[in-house]
Nanobody, 120 residues
Framework: QVQLVESGGGLVQAGGSLRLSCAAS????????MAWYRQAPGKQRELVAG???????NYADSVKGRFTISRDNAKNTVYLQMNSLKPEDTAVYYC??????????????WGQGTQVTVSS
C-alpha cells in the first residue's frame, strides 16, 4: 500500500513562515505529479501548488510569490515553503500524489492533512 506522511504544520503569526513536508512510502514504482491542497472550514478543497516530476510548478493566484513547491525525487518527498503568511492561509493542508504502484495501477493518494493556523 501507499502512504503519504505530512509534517510541518502549526501556529504562526501573520508575516511568518512555515515549511511543510510530505513523504510517500509503500509499493511505489514511480511518482508523477505531486501537489498541495488546502481546505478551510466550510469551504471546498482547493489546489495550492503542484509540481511535475521534472520540477515544473504551478500556483494558485492567492499564494503566487509567497509559496514555493519543491521535491526530492530520491526521497519521494515534496515540500511547500510558505512565506509572508496571512490569516486567510489558515486551513488544513493536504498532500496529493499521482503514483504508479508495482501492481501496475496508477492512482491519486492523499495525506492525512496538517493544520496551518495564521494569527493576526
Amino acid at each position: 500500500q501507499v502512504q503519504l506522511v505530512e509534517s510541518g504544520g502549526g501556529l504562526v503569526q501573520a508575516g511568518g513562515s512555515l515549511r511543510l513536508s510530505c513523504a510517500a512510502s509503500g509499493s511505489i514504482f514511480s511518482i508523477y505529479n505531486m501537489a498541495w491542497y488546502r481546505q478551510a472550514p466550510g469551504k471546498q478543497r482547493e489546489l495550492v501548488a503542484g509540481s511535475t516530476r521534472g520540477g515544473s510548478a504551478n500556483y494558485a493566484d492567492s499564494v503566487k510569490g509567497r509559496f514555493t513547491i519543491s521535491r526530492d525525487n530520491a526521497k519521494n518527498t515534496v515540500y511547500l515553503q510558505m512565506n509572508s503568511l496571512k490569516p486567510e492561509d489558515t486551513a488544513v493542508y493536504y498532500c496529493n500524489a499521482n503514483i504508479r504502484t508495482w501492481s501496475y495501477t496508477t492512482n491519486d493518494y492523499w495525506g492525512q492533512g496538517t493544520q496551518v493556523t495564521v494569527s493576526s
